[in-house]
């Protein structure tokens, strides 16, 4: 009777002390939890063009965990493809990525971008014209501004191209999905003509120049 006794007593205190220093314990180890998920994962957007070709070179490359495309940039909400095209609502076709840092970087990630575009076309990517197509930047943290506009300064010093980049850098808006027809489109159709003659030659570039940022299948 008396060990019960005891038992109990001891279970009493436990309950006592854990709620009297939850605050102190549990929180930091809660924020340490969140401040580890943040840094496992980060988000970038990029327009290089028609998302088709843009998520087809990013969803191959390791550490981006899912590539969405996308519209974002514009003045309405919930743009569909149509208005889009039709360059009433201001939006870029895009795509959002989320990557971990710890096996590719952003700054990775900005050299992907310029090297499967030409960003010295304003509002064209090859065939495809119009604002739709434009090359720009979406930011999501000062950082991420900072390293895009320096190394947009690298480049345009450096004369990478003959012409001026004219790739836009701006902060991250309103992102909306596209219509799921649009989702993993290469992957979903590559016999079709654009498929199989815009994106695969691009896909097959991709490889052969980043053999080492390629996912293991």
């Given at each position: 009777m008396k060990k019960k006794k005891s038992s109990l007593i001891f279970i009493i205190l436990i309950f006592l002390?854990?709620?009297?220093?939850?605050?102190?314990?549990?929180?930091?180890?809660?924020?340490?939890?969140?401040?580890?998920?943040d840094k496992k994962q980060q988000k970038a957007?990029?327009?290089?063009?028609?998302?088709?070709?843009?998520?087809?070179?990013?969803?191959l490359v390791d550490g981006v965990i899912s590539v969405t495309s996308g519209y974002t940039g514009g003045s309405i909400k919930n743009p569909t493809y149509e208005e889009v095209c039709n360059e009433s609502?201001?939006?870029?076709e895009a795509v959002q990525l989320t990557f971990d840092p710890e096996i590719i970087s952003y700054d990775e990630l900005l050299e992907i971008f310029w090297k499967t575009h030409?960003?010295?076309?304003?509002?064209?990517?090859?065939?495809d014209v119009g604002t739709q197509y434009r090359s720009v930047i979406?930011?999501?943290?000062?950082?991420?501004?900072?390293?895009?506009e320096k190394y947009k300064q690298a480049l345009d010093e450096s004369g990478a191209w003959e012409k001026p980049i004219v790739t836009d850098i701006l902060p991250a808006t309103d992102f909306y999905k596209a219509e799921n027809y649009h989702q993993d489109y290469y992957s979903n159709n590559p016999n079709l003509g654009y498929c199989a003659y815009i994106i695969a030659p691009k896909v097959e570039k991709f490889k052969e120049v980043f053999k080492d940022k390629l996912k293991e299948k």
């Amino acid at each position: 009777m008396k060990k019960k006794k005891s038992s109990l007593i001891f279970i009493i205190l436990i309950f006592l002390f854990s709620g009297l220093t939850g605050f102190i314990i549990y929180e930091p180890f809660n924020n340490h939890l969140v401040s580890m998920q943040d840094k496992k994962q980060q988000k970038a957007t990029f327009g290089s063009g028609c998302f088709w070709c843009t998520e087809a070179v990013f969803e191959l490359v390791d550490g981006v965990i899912s590539v969405t495309s996308g519209y974002t940039g514009g003045s309405i909400k919930n743009p569909t493809y149509e208005e889009v095209c039709n360059e009433s609502t201001g939006h870029a076709e895009a795509v959002q990525l989320t990557f971990d840092p710890e096996i590719i970087s952003y700054d990775e990630l900005l050299e992907i971008f310029w090297k499967t575009h030409d960003p010295t076309t304003l509002n064209q990517q090859g065939n495809d014209v119009g604002t739709q197509y434009r090359s720009v930047i979406f930011y999501h943290s000062e950082k991420q501004k900072q390293l895009a506009e320096k190394y947009k300064q690298a480049l345009d010093e450096s004369g990478a191209w003959e012409k001026p980049i004219v790739t836009d850098i701006l902060p991250a808006t309103d992102f909306y999905k596209a219509e799921n027809y649009h989702q993993d489109y290469y992957s979903n159709n590559p016999n079709l003509g654009y498929c199989a003659y815009i994106i695969a030659p691009k896909v097959e570039k991709f490889k052969e120049v980043f053999k080492d940022k390629l996912k293991e299948k």
